[in-house]
């Protein structure tokens, strides 16, 4: 995937454990740094439009409503979440925005396809093949637009048909795409779905109304769930019929915010080790994205963070000072240009820390390679 590339330079001095960090948004092209499109802004919401696919069951043209958070950082990972509507589906985001925090969560509304019903149902999805094949250009979009998702927390809802059409993808590679899985009583009716590919690491929260005719299917979604080795989550809506009550919404909300969102932290974390020396910028987002999800109240997480924030430091500082001799060359000599070229990766690959703020400033036109000079000098 090719996001598109933003060119604008802006940074922000951001305290964290007493060590400012500068994280600069979508400067430079290259592949170590996001660029997400335009559109993407803090507290933005666009329409994605798919002319080329089918149209939606609606027989409108397939469409994808996407709201960008409040605390949006193209240099962070944020979570994502999706939610497909009951009926005939939606775009729109809908109860995306009760079931997760819109300030923190990139939220999206996914439709049917027109023509992949349920042939036994009329009014039921169905044909999950021709739905996942839909689905899977939508979310490769999507990805493409918005290149910091993060990874390890990418939640996918659904009521009624949302909920039977998330049983149905789930045995062809929706756990590509996703991590964390809402059924609100739905799933598992008209023989909806085969066996569930793996899930091992995955979540699913699942709810059904006491009185609704689909409390049938539950047990053998939470069954395929649990053999596919997901963590389950399975409550029954009391007194409710055929409907996602606000009481459970809520309820799946806490169980996101309060039991999955720091196990995600984690696995930022662990992510963020793997990167610290080969792909610093990663690193950073991962550990920004970390903080976003748990914030200050896990201290041994923070800790640990903070260790990796200082070894990338120390990393940069090390290969920051090594280009820096080359600088002192004449203008225009071999040794200079490769000096210069070695900056601008070495930007690319330590963006968001001091160490490559500094070497921003050498390569600007009026300070260019001047204070290794004045140093000399002195």
Request: hydrophobic share 35%; net charge positive.
């Amino acid at each position: 995937m090719h996001p598109a590339r933003n060119h604008i330079h802006w940074s922000i001095p951001v305290l964290f454990s007493g060590i400012f960090l500068t994280w600069h948004f979508g400067l430079l092209a290259g592949d170590e740094a996001f660029h997400p499109d335009p559109r993407v802004k803090p507290g933005a919401r666009f329409t994605l439009s798919f002319p080329k696919l089918q149209k939606d069951r609606h027989g409108n043209t397939s469409e994808m409503e996407v709201s960008i958070p409040k605390e949006y950082d193209p240099n962070r990972y944020h979570p994502l979440l999706i939610f497909m509507a009951g009926a005939d589906g939606s775009s729109k985001v809908g109860s995306a925005a009760r079931l997760a925090d819109a300030d923190k969560f990139i939220l999206a509304g996914m439709p049917y396809p027109k023509g992949a019903n349920n042939p036994g149902q009329a009014n039921m999805v169905g044909n999950f093949p021709v739905m996942w094949a839909y689905h899977k250009k939508m979310l490769q979009e999507l990805h493409k637009v918005i290149p910091n998702i993060n990874p390890d927390l990418r939640v996918l809802a659904g009521f009624s048909n949302g909920g039977h059409c998330i049983d149905g993808i789930l045995g062809l590679g929706a756990t590509e795409y996703f991590n964390v899985f809402i059924l609100a009583d739905g799933g598992g009716a008209g023989g909806s779905g085969g066996r569930y590919r793996s899930g091992r690491g995955c979540h699913m929260f699942i709810c059904w109304g006491e009185k609704s005719p689909n409390k049938r299917n539950a047990p053998n979604v939470i069954s395929k769930a649990k053999k596919a080795g997901m963590s389950v989550k399975a409550v029954e809506m009391k007194g409710i019929g055929h409907k996602f009550d606000e009481k459970y919404m809520d309820m799946a909300r806490e169980w996101l915010e309060n039991t999955v969102a720091p196990e995600a932290a984690k696995a930022m974390l662990s992510r963020a080790k793997k990167a610290k020396t080969k792909r610093p910028v990663k690193a950073l987002a991962a550990i920004n994205g970390m903080k976003l999800l748990v914030g200050e109240k896990d201290e041994k997480l923070n800790k640990q963070a903070q260790k990796i924030l200082d070894a990338i430091e120390k990393s940069g500082e090390r290969e920051l000072k090594k280009i820096k001799s080359g600088l002192g060359e004449e203008a225009g000599s071999a040794k200079r240009k490769s000096a210069e070229k070695k900056l601008q990766s070495f930007i690319k690959k330590y963006q968001g820390t001091k160490a490559a703020t500094e070497a921003e400033e050498l390569l600007e036109p009026d300070g260019d390679g001047k204070k290794e000079k004045e140093k000399e000098a002195e």
